[in-house]
Structure formats: structure tokens, C-alpha cells
């Protein structure tokens, strides 16, 4: 398998995220630290979710830039981060591109499947799924698009139930919303 980004496909590079992804995944192949930056991209995403304050840092454009440095950076300390993501994170910083830090951490996670042979899923759930649902639903993909599959897990309570599964350009949508919604529309004629 190629380890290069470059030849990853173009729709990730066609993105600002994308191409700061396709930097760092250079740089983590050339230091044999794949999984290691992946491990710590998966741990800032955390912090994404869980910390507004995080979430205002990397979204705010009237933070100076030496004070979203700064911050960015003892954030990373705190995650426990690797040298690699924690230099990374500061050039986002220093360029002022914290607000593509999610775009960057789905491209990462896609080109590293990709290294990996796999493919990566984008599943939504109304409620957090438990760790057999989630081998469940692996072994459904896996058997579906005939290779491993990776699954990006989200929560996103107004789907009400069911699944929203995103792979590629591929969507598959068992989401209790949709099928209220295309009832509604069978009704009115």
C-alpha cells in the first residue's frame, strides 16, 4: 500500500482541512507515528466536544495569535499529546486555522484507514452505542463494502433513533427522523 497522501485521492487534498491532513499524515508516516497521531487527533476531538472553552479557542478569530499559540499548546500538554500533533496543533495556531482543526481530524482519520487498508464509516446515532453494537455494525459494513471498516462515532439526539451511516459518498439513513419524514410526505399525496 502506498503510504504517500498524495496519492490518497483528491477530494481530501481539495480542502483546506484536507491539505493540512495530508501534511501531517506526511509527517507521521515519515515518523512512524500513525497511530500515535491518530490516538492523540482522536483525543483533541474529545476535547472538542467536551470542552466549550476549547471550542471557542480554536473557533474565535479575535483570539491573538500569540495567546491561541500559547493556549493551544498547554491544551495539548494537558491531552497528552504527541510531539508530532503538539507542533501541528501550534502551526494551525500560529496560521490561524484552529477552526479547520475538525475537518483536519476527519481527513486524518480517513488517509490513515486508507493506509491501513480499511475504510472509514461516519455513524450517527441517537444515543451512544455500546461496544457490541459497535462490532455489530462493523462486521455489517465490513460484509457490505467487502474490506475492514473503521467507524467514526457521533450523537446527534434529534435523528430520535436508528442510524445516519456515512462511507465515502455513500449515505445510508435508518434514522427514525427520515422515516417520520418521508411518512408525512406520503400522506399529503
Partial sequence: MESSSGNQGSSIQASLGGRYASALFDLAVEAKAVDRVEQSLAAVRDALAESADFRQLTASPVIARGAAVKAVLATADQLGVDATTKSFLG????????????????????????????????????????????????????????????????????????????????MIDSSIRTRLNALASAMKG
Fill in 91 to 170: 502551526v494551525l495556531a500560529e496560521n490561524r486555522r484552529l477552526s479547520q482543526l475538525p475537518a483536519v481530524i476527519r481527513a486524518f482519520r480517513q488517509l490513515a484507514a486508507r493506509h491501513r487498508g480499511e475504510t472509514t464509516a461516519e455513524v450517527t446515532s441517537a444515543h451512544p452505542l455500546t461496544p457490541e453494537q459497535v462490532d455489530e455494525l462493523k462486521q455489517q459494513l465490513r460484509r457490505r463494502v467487502g474490506r475492514e471498516v473503521s467507524v467514526d462515532l457521533s450523537v446527534d439526539p434529534s435523528i430520535l433513533g436508528g442510524l445516519v451511516v456515512r462511507i465515502g459518498s455513500q
